[in-house]
C-alpha cells in the first residue's frame, strides 16, 4: 500500500516536472520566435484542418523590427488564358484574365515573452484586376466581332484583433479578427462591331466589411 502511494505521487511528481519544462520550452520559443529580425511564413487553416492561403496571398511574410512589432506583407497574381472553340460556331473566345493584391500590416504584440500572447494590427491593402473577353470570327464570312474590358480597382485599410500561441520551438497557431473600409471603383466596356455600337458601365462603391474570425499557422524560419 505504501508502495502505491509513493509510485501515485512520484508519477504525479513526473507529469507535473514534464509539464513545467513543456511551458517553460514554450516560452522560450516564444521570446526565439519574436525577437528582433525573425521572419515567418504565414498559411492558413481551413475548416478541415488543410493549410491553404492567408491574407488572399500566394505570399505571406512576417518580419519582427521588436518582440512586441513586427510587419506582415501578403501579395498575390493570378493570371490565365483561354480559348474556346466550337464546331456549331463561326467564331471563338478569347478570355485573359489578371489580378494581384498587396497588403501591408503593422503588428503589435503585447505580451511577446509568453506562450499565448495577443496582438492588435493595422494597414492598407490595394488591389487591380481586369477580364478581357473578345469574340473573334473563324471565317470570312462572319467579319463582326464583340469584345468586353473589366477592370477594378480596390482600396482599403484593415484593422485586426487575435492571439497566436505557440505550440512549439518555431510553430504557432493563431486566429484573428478584422474590420475593413474599403473603396471599390468597377468599369465594365463594351463593343459590338455588327451594330457599331459600345457601352462603358461604372460603379463605385464605399463598404465597411469584416471576413469574421481566421485561422493561421506561423512557421518561424
Given at each position: 500500500?505504501?508502495?502505491?502511494?509513493?509510485?501515485?505521487?512520484?508519477?504525479?511528481?513526473?507529469?507535473?516536472?514534464?509539464?513545467a519544462?513543456?511551458l517553460?520550452?514554450?516560452?522560450?520559443?516564444?521570446?526565439?520566435?519574436?525577437?528582433?529580425?525573425?521572419?515567418?511564413?504565414?498559411?492558413?487553416?481551413?475548416?478541415?484542418?488543410?493549410?491553404?492561403?492567408?491574407?488572399?496571398?500566394?505570399?505571406?511574410?512576417?518580419?519582427?523590427?521588436?518582440?512586441?512589432?513586427?510587419?506582415?506583407a501578403?501579395?498575390?497574381?493570378?493570371?490565365?488564358?483561354?480559348?474556346?472553340?466550337?464546331?456549331?460556331?463561326?467564331?471563338?473566345?478569347?478570355?485573359?484574365?489578371?489580378?494581384?493584391?498587396?497588403?501591408?500590416?503593422?503588428?503589435?504584440?503585447?505580451?511577446?515573452?509568453?506562450?499565448?500572447?495577443?496582438?492588435?494590427?493595422?494597414?492598407?491593402?490595394?488591389?487591380?484586376?481586369?477580364?478581357?473577353?473578345?469574340e473573334?470570327?473563324?471565317?470570312?464570312?462572319?467579319?463582326?466581332?464583340?469584345?468586353?474590358?473589366?477592370?477594378?480597382?480596390?482600396?482599403?485599410?484593415?484593422?485586426?484583433?487575435?492571439?497566436?500561441?505557440?505550440?512549439?520551438?518555431?510553430?504557432?497557431?493563431?486566429?484573428?479578427?478584422?474590420?475593413?473600409?474599403?473603396?471599390?471603383?468597377?468599369?465594365?466596356?463594351?463593343?459590338?462591331?455588327?451594330?457599331?455600337?459600345?457601352?462603358?458601365?461604372?460603379?463605385?462603391?464605399?463598404?465597411?466589411?469584416?471576413?469574421?474570425?481566421?485561422?493561421?499557422?506561423?512557421v518561424?524560419?
Amino acid at each position: 500500500m505504501r508502495i502505491g502511494r509513493i509510485l501515485v505521487v512520484a508519477t504525479m511528481l513526473v507529469v507535473l516536472a514534464t509539464s513545467a519544462s513543456v511551458l517553460a520550452t514554450d516560452s522560450e520559443a516564444a521570446k526565439e520566435a519574436l525577437k528582433k529580425g525573425s521572419w515567418s511564413l504565414q498559411f492558413g487553416v481551413s475548416q478541415n484542418f488543410t493549410l491553404t492561403q492567408f491574407e488572399g496571398a500566394t505570399i505571406s511574410v512576417k518580419r519582427h523590427y521588436s518582440p512586441n512589432s513586427a510587419l506582415r506583407a501578403g501579395i498575390t497574381t493570378n493570371l490565365s488564358h483561354n480559348i474556346q472553340r466550337s464546331s456549331q460556331s463561326s467564331k471563338e473566345l478569347n478570355v485573359d484574365k489578371f489580378n494581384t493584391n498587396v497588403s501591408l500590416e503593422y503588428l503589435y504584440y503585447f505580451t511577446p515573452g509568453r506562450r499565448v500572447t495577443a496582438f492588435i494590427g493595422s494597414g492598407p491593402y490595394l488591389g487591380f484586376a481586369r477580364n478581357t473577353t473578345e469574340e473573334i470570327p473563324r471565317v470570312s464570312i462572319s467579319s463582326s466581332s464583340n469584345w468586353s474590358k473589366y477592370t477594378e480597382w480596390d482600396l482599403g485599410a484593415n484593422l485586426l484583433l487575435g492571439a497566436e500561441w505557440f505550440v512549439t520551438h518555431g510553430i504557432a497557431l493563431f486566429a484573428e479578427y478584422d474590420i475593413s473600409v474599403g473603396y471599390t471603383s468597377k468599369v465594365n466596356k463594351t463593343s459590338n462591331s455588327t451594330y457599331g455600337m459600345t457601352g462603358r458601365t461604372e460603379l463605385y462603391d464605399l463598404s465597411l466589411t469584416s471576413r469574421g474570425v481566421r485561422m493561421g499557422l506561423s512557421v518561424y524560419l
